[in-house]
């Protein structure tokens, strides 16, 4: 028996999209903050029938900045705050690695959305995703998504200037994730 090919997914990146990124990483629960209309996107998403996955790179545990139960935990309350603001994050995927050490799950390399893609059966064409740097935007170029949306809500302002000399565009240009959600949502022409 064959499994239902998910569509309607949007790839979430974290840091910088969801919550405020900091330069030093996000170490700690107290550190993880949301930024406003955040969580509101989330719902908005959810409501509309779009199955929300986070894919994020978190090198402060390569980094020992972090523990893997301190990163659990900030998970857990990202879950049940988006949870009890009427949204869900279905599932969360993370690179553990430093940018230097080649593995295929760092963005901008496709590998965490190949697995998110390979658990759910996702169809990449149909499917959109939302992140803060140039390294969320070619990442869903390269993994094949549908759309893919920039939002001006992190640390990054070359984000643009990176992506123009790569010869990569993104689909929409956001102010913040709420925005974006707002433009999937108003865009029925979308994968």
């Not at 949870?83 to 993370?94: L, P, Q, Y």
């Not at 070619?138 to 920039?150: D, I």
């Not at 790569?166 to 979308?190: G, M, R, S, T, V």
């Amino acid at each position: 028996m064959s499994q239902t090919i998910l569509r309607n997914v949007v790839y979430l990146d974290r840091d910088g999209t969801i919550n405020h990124d900091s330069p030093d990483y996000i170490k700690s629960r107290s550190e993880f903050k949301f930024i406003p209309g955040s969580i509101e996107a989330i719902r908005l998403l959810t409501l509309s029938g779009f199955t929300s996955i986070v894919i994020t790179n978190q090198s402060a545990l390569a980094r020992k900045l972090i523990s893997p139960g301190e990163l659990d935990h900030i998970h857990a309350i990202m879950k049940a705050a988006i949870k009890s603001g009427g949204g869900k994050i279905t599932d969360i995927f993370f690179c553990p690695h430093l940018p230097n050490e080649g593995c295929d799950c760092r963005k901008p390399a496709p590998g965490l959305l190949l697995q998110a893609q390979l658990k759910y059966n996702i169809d990449l064409p149909s499917s959109i995703m939302v992140g803060d740097s140039a390294k969320d935007i070619e990442c869903a170029r390269n993994a094949g998504c549908g759309q893919a949306v920039l939002v001006k809500t992190g640390k990054d302002d070359a984000a643009e200037d990176m992506l123009n000399a790569k010869q990569i565009d993104a689909d929409y240009i956001a102010k913040d994730l709420l925005e974006a959600a707002n433009w999937i949502l108003a865009n029925p022409h979308l994968p």
